[in-house]
């Protein structure tokens, strides 16, 4: 009976282990918006319960806005900035006050830093297994994108590009929905521009009394290609500690499993290829100081990445890719997603949309290398990935359930069929 029923939940499209019940939890985000408009309340509400109201004034003075006080934190000029139950660090922390204590008129900001430079907000005393939504307050300041990521214990999860753009109102917030792992949750906030670091106004952390199990999430562990764990670019000829490629046909000499940030020295990724950003980097086979790894004729190159999801659900993901000379495969554990072959002067689209069961994944790109001219000449190979979107609907456990209810069902009215 039992070795009826393994063979009968075998042929199912979900996996087995889709079929039980969700194992340990794994960092989760729900979810990020932006709200442009959120009015002169900031939608701040006394009947909310907060474990922070952080206001970061750069005249000392705290705000009241709807009913809700906010605590005046930090000290310009000190590294790191702390306080009760948080701690803010950044490079010569400045103040600009327009001489107003309103949350949105002062700031504390990273002052003066290069592109790359990093701002870390630590949250502590959370209460693991609780759902929160923090809140990064913030006017119209002009561009300054920042590569904000969030580690409640398990590992990064990359939130994504904010900015603090022109909006309809001057009073704006970035809400994050997540389920804490642990006792604190760590933001990073790496800026993208030389001069234009996140702008710290005001920061809350709000408990959420509504179930949030089954809504959608951000995926844990997925980088652009070429970056690091704060997701922005790294220096030229180091290694991606993200993705990894084995090389077939004449690149057998080339087999990782290491890729390699592309480095510009010899006119590549510049030029003919898509530019480098802060955002994303080309990964190339061999560390090449004239030039991403030219190889002689024709080369197939397979790079991989991994990413984990805490239990059985969707998988949506966009993006955008380069190559040289084109993408022949693209694949998220041997499934075959949507792509275009596009060439190394522009970017092309690819998605995937698919239900996968719990653990790690394998996303993997497959690169074609063509011969140069002439003659056969060598020519160079890599490819740059930038993920647009990549979101994570867990199926809800009563379904999951039911599907084991009627796979055993059907199995015990197979089995009274045979005897009949």
Same mark, same amino acid.
């Given at each position: ?13 979900? !996996? ?14 729900? /979810? ?7 009015? =002169?309340?900031?939608?701040? $509400? !006394? ?16 705000? #009241? ?32 006050? /327009? ?29 693991? %297994?609780?759902?929160?939504? =923090? ?6 300041? %002009? ?16 939130? %994504? ?22 006792? $604190? ?66 690149? $057998? ?5 290491? #890729? ?8 590549? &990724?510049?030029? &003919? ?9 080309? *990964? ?8 991403? /790894? ?27 890719? =380069? ?16 792509? *275009?072959? $596009? ?30 001219? &002439? ?34 069902? %059907?199995?015990?009215?197979? /089995? ?5």
């Amino acid at each position: 009976m039992i070795r009826k029923l393994a063979k009968m939940l075998s042929v199912l499209s979900l !996996p087995l282990i889709g079929l039980l019940p969700a194992t340990e939890a794994q960092a989760v985000v729900y /979810s990020v918006n932006n709200v442009g408009s959120a009015g =002169a309340t900031l939608d701040l $509400s !006394p009947s909310k319960t907060y474990t922070h109201k952080l206001d970061f004034p750069g005249d000392g003075s705290s705000t #009241a806005i709807n009913g809700v006080q906010l605590s005046a934190v930090g000290t310009a000029g000190v590294d790191p900035l702390t306080g009760n139950a948080f701690t803010l660090s950044m490079a010569n922390p400045s103040a600009f006050s /327009s001489g107003s204590s309103a949350v949105l008129t002062d700031f504390i900001h990273n002052s003066g830093q290069p592109a790359g430079a990093v701002e870390t907000l630590t949250l502590s005393g959370l209460t693991a %297994g609780t759902n929160y939504d =923090a809140r990064l307050y913030y006017r119209n300041f %002009g561009g300054r994108p920042n590569t904000v990521t969030l580690n409640t214990g398990s590992g990064v999860t990359v939130i %994504g590009t904010v900015d603090q753009l022109p909006s309809p109102t001057n009073e704006s917030y970035v809400t994050i929905k997540y389920k804490a792992e642990s006792t $604190s949750a760590v933001f990073t906030f790496a800026q993208q521009i030389a001069t234009a670091s996140w702008h710290q106004y005001a920061v809350t952390n709000e408990v959420v009394t509504g179930n949030l199990n089954g809504a959608s999430s951000l995926i844990q562990g997925l980088f652009n290609t070429g970056v690091n764990n704060n997701g922005v670019s790294v220096t030229d000829n180091s290694i991606d500690s993200h993705w990894t490629l084995t090389g077939q046909g004449s690149a $057998s000499s080339v087999t990782g499993p290491n #890729a390699i940030v592309a480095t510009s020295a010899g006119g590549f &990724p510049i030029g &003919p290829w898509l530019a480098d950003s802060t955002l994303s980097a080309w *990964i190339t086979p061999a560390n090449d100081t004239n030039g991403p /790894s030219f190889i002689n004729g024709s080369a197939t190159y397979l790079y991989t990445t991994q990413f984990s999801t805490g239990e059985v659900g969707n998988v949506s993901l966009t993006g955008q890719s =380069a190559s040289d000379n084109g993408i022949v495969g693209f694949t998220v554990d041997g499934i075959a997603g949507s792509f *275009i072959s $596009s060439g190394f002067g522009t970017f092309a689209n690819f998605s995937f949309d698919g239900l996968l069961g719990a653990g790690l994944h394998t996303l993997a790109f497959t690169v074609q290398n063509g011969a140069g001219s &002439p003659n056969n000449n060598p020519g160079p190979t890599g490819l740059r990935v930038q993920f647009t979107s990549a979101i994570f609907t867990p199926i809800p456990e009563p379904a999951s359930a039911g599907l084991l209810i009627l796979a055993i069902g %059907g199995l015990a009215l197979r /089995s009274r069929r045979q005897r009949a």
